[in-house]
């Protein structure tokens, strides 16, 4: 799997009241809607400006904060093909594999890529291709790339008829 | 090697020793999703063909977070649950139950070694209790009410060791504040975080739920205490399980260790915009407070209001305060005790047990500039639904101080 994208960067402690504030999330579960206020608690017009295959690139602690699936399903509905981050807070880490966004960890990518960067992504190698550096990250658990390829968790059950786990 | 907490727990469930860094299939002995993640469980549920929920004791739904719904999209999703909860014959707390993580344990769902699942982020609340609970996301609940299983990686475990008498206005809100301070909004990402120490084995459990609830602001998987005496009385007639006591062994493996002397510690606040901008409330004394609310389920319980009406009874509140008990039963307690009449009398309002203004979805959401204090656990911006708000989380008695007084003031 690779992904190539322009970067989109953010600092620290994002979290997903910053991604879909909490009261948006309770009228609706309508994606087309949720998705225009995409970062609005950082950004108030990211939603305008982002285009299909994007990549979010951001620092430690993404995805903070309240369960809330909004928040990686509109990320990844809006069109952003991947985010990367120093790390992530552990639901929304999972929450993304089970919705099918790529998510990965770097400690160093942020630090070295601007907005508009070009980056590539190969999933399955384990490297991030920018400029002229490449940043290795640790390779993603099978269950979970099986996930991600089969698209979530719901058309990995749909298609396989059992969970990971099972 | 002795075995954590955790390490225990999930030893009672596989049988087996595991090892931090090891994927485990644990089955869950109770399952809950709320009004703000129900509904996107439901859409994977049905999306995925799933045909019936695999156990109806031990799924349950809760409306607290928009509670009574206050506009037709949310009333939609309401009823989305209702249906759900009629056809597949599950139990759901309606308007006026409470918050989830307040009706879990009241109900019986938890209990010293079980496996709790919530797709809710407080959902560690119920590590109180010696169980190892978590939060999750909607399609995962989906997957889990499916299959009443999950995969979960073995944490490593730090613990955190509580010791000395806290002195008077200090609560064991301002303990795990000031552990949040000090460890930082990431500083536990991926553990379980161990507490143990006489302060905690002296704590009542509404105490010990404060700290567990907030173990995730510093991105812990779950929050966990030993069970005891104290667990046991709360537990009583609520749980269908027989009680037993769970603590870790002596010589467990972890991977830090914190030392915390109780009796040195003075109330704390967090500032905005962060639950880890902590400073002590003599730093912050004379900012003036516009609304302050009482309730949540970081302290909204009947501990806490007894704190409350302490301090207000016979007086006047000089800033718009709600209070909002975290469950019917605390609200019934609280009217027999006459602690709700003392707090109507001190001028404050009353809401409906739930959520309320914590999460800014419906009502209390203040107005643009405003200063407030909360109970609550969480200070982002934009929190309370507006982002033009600038939210002190404190303890009870740091909030009915800065009700009473207009400003947040240190207690003499
Ligand atoms: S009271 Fe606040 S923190 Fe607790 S479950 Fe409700 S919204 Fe979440």
């Known amino acids: ?166 | 090697m002795g075995m954590t907490l955790i390490e225990k727990i999930i030893y009672g469930k596989i049988e087996r020793h595991s090892s931090p860094g090891e994927i485990v299939v644990l089955p869950i002995d109770a399952a809950m999703a709320h009004d703000g993640t129900a509904p996107l469980m439901i859409k994977s549920f049905e999306e995925m063909g799933a045909k019936k929920v695999w156990d109806r004791e031990k799924a349950i739904f809760v409306i607290d977070h928009i509670s009574p719904s206050s506009n037709e999209g949310t009333s939609t999703l309401h009823k989305m649950m209702r249906d759900f909860a009629k056809k597949h014959g599950i139990k759901l707390y309606d308007v006026g139950e409470g918050v989830c993580h307040q009706i879990l344990p009241e109900m019986g769902y938890v209990f010293p070694g079980a496996v709790v699942v919530g797709a809710d982020s407080h959902t560690c609340t119920h590590g109180a209790f010696a169980a190892f609970a978590t939060g999750i996301g909607s399609t995962e609940m989906a997957a889990v009410f499916a299959s009443g299983k999950l995969w979960f990686k073995v944490p490593e475990s730090i613990k955190i060791n509580i010791n000395g008498k806290m002195k008077e206005h200090v609560t064991s809100k301002d303990i795990i504040l000031h552990i949040i301070g000090e460890i930082k909004a990431d500083g536990a990402t991926y553990k379980a975080v161990e507490f143990t120490g006489n302060t905690i084995r002296e704590m009542s459990m509404d105490s010990r739920m404060v700290m567990t609830n907030m173990v995730v602001e510093m991105g812990g998987k779950t929050g966990l205490m030993p069970s005891d005496e104290k667990t046991r009385a709360f537990l009583e007639g609520r749980i269908k399980v027989p009680f037993k006591e769970l603590k870790a062994d002596e010589n467990a493996y972890y991977s830090d260790e914190l030392e915390v002397e109780a009796d040195k510690l003075e109330p704390v606040v967090s500032c905005p915009h962060s639950v880890d901008n902590v400073k002590p409330v003599s730093e912050v004394e004379g900012i003036e407070v516009d609304q302050v609310f009482i309730g949540s389920c970081t302290n909204g319980r009947l501990e806490d209001l007894r704190m409350v009406a302490k301090i207000l009874k016979g007086k006047k509140v000089k800033a718009r305060t709600i209070v909002m008990p975290a469950s019917r039963e605390v609200l019934l307690n609280a009217i027999k005790e006459g602690i709700i009449e003392d707090i109507i009398m001190a001028g404050c309002a009353l809401g409906v047990p739930g959520c309320g203004p914590c999460v800014g979805g419906h009502h209390g959401i203040p107005s643009p500039g405003d200063v407030v204090v909360a109970t609550t656990n969480r200070n982002f911006k934009g929190r309370m639904g507006i982002a033009d708000a600038y939210i002190y989380l404190a303890s009870p008695i740091i909030a009915a101080y800065a009700a009473l007084n207009g400003k947040i003031i240190y207690p003499r």
């Open chain 1, 1 to 166: 799997m690779i992904i190539k994208g322009r970067v989109w960067k953010f600092g620290d402690d994002i979290s997903t009241d910053h991604i879909i504030p909490g009261k948006y999330k309770f009228k609706t579960i309508d994606l087309d809607e949720l998705s225009k206020h995409l970062m609005e608690g950082v950004d108030p017009n990211f939603y305008s400006k982002i285009s299909k295959g994007d990549i979010i690139v951001a620092g430690k602690n993404f995805g903070c904060g309240s369960s809330r699936e909004q928040a990686p399903l509109i990320i990844k509905h809006a069109g952003i093909a991947a985010v990367v981050a120093k790390s992530f807070a552990r639901i929304f880490y999972r929450n993304s594999f089970n919705i099918g966004l790529p998510v990965i960890e770097s400690k160093d990518l942020v630090d070295y890529v601007n907005t508009g960067d070009i980056i590539e992504i190969s999933l399955t190698d384990g490297k991030i291709y920018a400029k002229d550096m490449i940043f290795d990250f640790k390779p993603i658990p099978d269950f979970l790339m099986k996930i991600l390829e089969d698209g979530g968790l719901v058309e990995h059950y749909k298609k396989r008829g059992k969970f990971p786990w099972e």
